[in-house]
């Protein structure tokens, strides 16, 4: 239904919030207690209404664009009970946003997160 009250043909329309695609990939490598995993991810573009409207001045409806992401996390064992694990999320800190929305804290967009990454440390006994 369209704001007027009329009924809207959405025929041929992409239902609201799905991606064309959504694609990740990764490799994982191994050598003796080491391993290194790297994650590719690609989300298509998506729009934030059945109307698919591309574009809205208030920025709550519209079109999500299509992103990727690479992660990258490590693992290593050392000395039969102690571990260290850590990884860079987002590594080439793409800027992106995966929807629109009209509440709190206000109509637009929800950014992606930018790099971060974390570091543990672990003991086994």
């Known amino acids: 239904m369209n704001y007027d009250g009329k009924n809207v043909d959405l025929t041929g329309k992409m239902v609201e919030g799905n991606p064309t695609w959504i694609n990740r990939a990764g490799m994982v490598v191994r050598y003796k207690n080491f391993s290194s995993t790297m994650e590719f991810s690609y989300v298509g573009k998506s729009y934030s ?3 698919n409207t591309a574009f809205n001045p208030t920025g709550a409806t519209g079109l999500v664009s299509s992103y990727h992401l690479l992660d990258w996390a490590f693992d290593l064992d050392f000395l039969k009970s102690y571990n ?20 709190y804290p206000g109509p637009g967009i929800l950014p992606g997160d930018g790099r ?3 570091l543990s440390v672990g003991i086994r006994f």
């Open 116 to 118: 971060s990454f974390y």
């Open 84 to 103: 260290i694990s850590g990884g860079i999320n987002n590594l080439a800190n793409t800027r992106y946003f995966t929807r629109r929305i009209n509440m």
């Open 49 to 51: 209404d059945a109307n």
